[in-house]
């Protein structure tokens, strides 16, 4: 039996997805992204040099920081100002970087870093998806005001964009929110290019397991998810 | 002679100053200020308990947290992940969080901790100050939101705001944005009530000294600003 | 073209595999596995009591801690002691320890915990898949030790093991060493239940993309290896 | 009402001043200043080299650090080991180590820091103006102590001390000790030189607001007391 | 051959030893103890309870914390705020309490923590054994300052004192300077109660080693110095 | 009266001790020693460089670290993660370090750091002289693997070991393991060359003390222990 959804939507259907563009910020990139009443402010900032393992060899890097402000969920989320190891958001984080460097010419890109800071405003299930949906416009947008890329061909194979899927009450859903993700018995985040090739795929069962039928039906419904937000910022870097 | 300001604004006038509600987040009260470019993200949560030296004594607990996000400032802000000492953040914090309790009934609050989160998304000079009078914005809607002062009562003893002030090529003027606040002699922040009473007054010389006459003219002027700022907190809060 | 791989494997076959029982330690669970050259020392320490946020709910709790020793590799690898967060490890012993939740009946187990510690010994990939494969049996070991259980009926619902696909060279291949890994495009680890059930999915593109032909390719190549772990798994156990 | 102070002091006077010097130790400069009971020893060590960001500018650096000792206190202070944010002594020692910049020459020291210890024997109100007044005396000795100066015209542009007002049961009262320190409105820290400039004024209320007759009448109060510390530690230079 | 030292000291003479009470600080016991240059400040503090291990078992504790001030060397000593491990400082006050317990009747004390805090105010060799011989005659004041010990009759079984010994140039020496420590190839401390009973005896060489005959000297010159340094505490606490 | 121990051992008879060399590991010198049941792997690793503070002088530097895993002990031993000082450990592993470098000649090593790491797998007491002997080995395999020492020539003066003895019930015992350690009234821990000579004599009464006759019975029992170990460990050297 198919789970009710917030606002009847069905099991294959998106949330309402919003990039927002000339935010405020200091950052050459910068985006606020929003799925549902997931919101995360996505800035992209560029340094004119590498980290020390990568430098003298001519290419640049990318990297993310993935962080929820204390506001975004209720109760307040503590800062993570310990120095302790918070697992998830380092867990995240690379997820984001390693995703964005797998669209980006690196070599073109020459010995500069850029650091795509993903700052969640509010909580409501798929953070870290949107970090990365959003997180490549940021990074569009940043990469677009260097001098030798501002012709508007940027050092990219692909685009890329994420969704989560999951099961819920044995239905596979798209675009899991808060209150379905807390249900889920299985969680999958899928990475994929404009094109259609995947670049991660992490789908882990807590206290769960899902058989072969149910990894491939979550599979096909994040394509179906990530075809239309890639055309969505298609569309949204033309302007 | 009167330095240059940017949009020929006067040695007294403030920045444009622009309070927004209904930003996105799970706080019980949010509010972003803006004075000119400087934009700070003001959230209060409520939490049912007090911090352990204040238990049993039927008494609440106002406190805040200072943070500038990485795509506040070009260069990149380096998050304080580190657990060392940033000793400017924690100056901060504890200016706000001493501010804001100035002119709480901490007694009529009950046994609760109402913690403000100031997150600076751009930081053009004032980000101390902004986060002070939208702080005491985002704290009046999170108290406002409890059951017993719902009926618009708040146990505020009175209205609360502040501003920098600063000497620039022997000139005093009001409202620093960054460019003025580089080139200043002496930094003085104030905060004041609705009513004209002072909560703290902290002007220093970095490598500089001022005489008593300096000192007098920077508090005149920062009168006159947070009037002003007091009369429109008062007004947006109103709504 | 099939790449080359060392001692003739075929692109479908596992790495030597062994589990070592009675080896030196205090834990109430303790083995060691190898596979291939890849080798982890993995204890199981039962404690009576459970963490904070699941006392009074009569359930038990099983977590994993990962750790490199300094001498498993070459150059030596650096001892986490600074406090600071290593994202790997992080992410590697979440991984472990949700890996091991998907097949115990935690509420079975009592108010208790059991802490899988995986000390990589050697390291030539694959360590986080060996830690799996062998983090069960340590577990079984401790378990089996508890009173309850001593009649070998063990609170599982299933078995569990792991295994690492990539593809290199444009190949999939089976269970990576380290040469491999090195060299390969996408890397895959796949967890799975011993009746064919999956746990965790996890391929990721490091600065590389694949096809869903090619992710695939890898769940079966991963499927036929997970089956033959088990099997190893099963009858080591017996005795 | 004018409140009681210890040893029948009246509002406007400070407590028993000392400065001591030749006490162990093995830093350039070296001085024991007591205020009352308040006692703390400030060493001043020269270093032949300057910050990074200080680098190859010709110019020299002054800073500061606070600590009270664990005896200082009872109950006994907890040492700030733990690698956590202690708010207050950051605050202190930015406050300390900007004030004596405030009158030093940084060009004519040459590229060199100096840093200006000042850990607390025994706190009974006023330790940070203590360190301050005490800290210029130490710094003194140590500049006067490099070959360049030793004809004792020191790179000074002024002298500099500092002393706490405050307002109690409504009256405004120069030099709090602890006891006062802990009844008062108001507490605000002034720094000046001793030609009667400001480099810092500091008030705040906790809990509480005061107007701008009182916040006169303090400052008025503190320019009494730094005149006659000024002079005090000049006389003592001299020797 | 015997090596020069300072004041022409003959080998087995200890450097001028001094103890002085009424020393600054708010704690229960204080005392600065002298050796030649070598200052310490020792302070006890007493709380009433003891460490979460020891709790209702009816027995006091007694720790100790060391630490170099940074004016006490020259050049300076970085302060230890990290939270990083200093090996050297943990080693040495984990010695002094273990000391200081080998003569406590801590069954005596009642459920009472008095914590010994060793600060170093210049440091010329021999910091840790001063510390132990100072920290002692801080908490017999501490003790002798509790109400049920007033009468003078304190819980100690025993006093105790601690010495350096060491091998320079290949003859043993007692309460080696700091320059005579650099160039020691042996270095011993030795802790001994006034009964002449050993409590800790450390000997090493580093990059060096000693003999039994050597070793039994340096024994031998500590048992004469402990024995010196027990009288002189004895008297100092009849005052 | 003679305590009981384990396996009717002698007062002055060693446990079984065994040295295992070609154990998993990527170090160049690699081996598991066993006294009794305490179990430790000792890896040594060779770095190119040496620390900063030795730099430019043509000399090597040997150092240790020590670490006791989760499963050494029951209950289980929490890992060192957290960045705190962990004093035990500390000091142990200085104690490892500084008793190797006792015996090896650092100019013949070239500018080279070898760190020998020592990680407990069974803890059953005398886990830091088994280090010691067994690190002494694994370093021997290390230094072996150079270009310059594959002859056999290695650079050292001396070989060295180590072994614990302690009182027990008033008698002097020779390598305690854990159940004699705990009713230990004093411990000391002894290192030794090859030749005979001591690196190391480390005696502690905790809450006790003891006479020199015991204190000399003691070094007696440890150099006849290490004569043993120390051909031990040549006859293991020879193939």
């Known amino acids: ?13 998106l949330r ?18 929003r799925a549902g009443s997931t919101t995360v402010l996505c800035t992209a900032s560029i340094e004119n040099q590498v980290p020390p393992w990568l430098e003298g060899r001519g290419k640049g890097w990318v990297t993310a920081e993935y962080n929820m402000l204390p506001g975004s969920t209720s109760p307040r989320k503590q800062r993570d100002r310990s120095g302790k190891v918070d697992g998830r958001s380092s867990e995240i984080q690379r997820l984001i970087g390693r995703s964005l460097r797998g669209i980006v010419d690196l070599a073109a890109l020459g010995e500069r870093t850029i650091t795509v800071d993903c700052d969640v405003l509010e ?64 969680d999958m985040n899928v990475v994929m290019t404009g094109r259609g090739r995947f670049v991660e795929v992490q789908g882990s069962g807590e206290e769960a397991t899902f058989d072969k039928a149910q990894l491939l039906a979550m599979i096909d419904l994040a394509e179906r998810g990530i075809t239309q937000l890639s055309q969505f910022q298609a569309k949204h870097l033309e302007h």
């Open 123 to 186: 909580a409501d299930g798929g953070t870290r998806t949107a970090s990365i949906s959003g997180g490549y416009v940021a990074l569009a947008e940043a990469i677009g005001s260097l001098p030798e890329f501002q012709s508007g061909q940027l050092p990219f194979t692909d685009s890329i964009a994420a969704v989560s899927v999951g099961i819920v009450d044995g239905e596979p859903l798209l675009d899991l929110d808060y209150s379905e993700d807390v249900r889920a018995d299985v």
């Open 16 to 33: 309402t997805f919003l990039l927002e563009r000339n935010v405020p910020g200091a950052a050459a990139g910068k985006v606020l992204v």
């Open 1 to 13: 039996m198919m789970p009710d959804r917030a606002n009847n939507r069905a099991a294959d259907t």
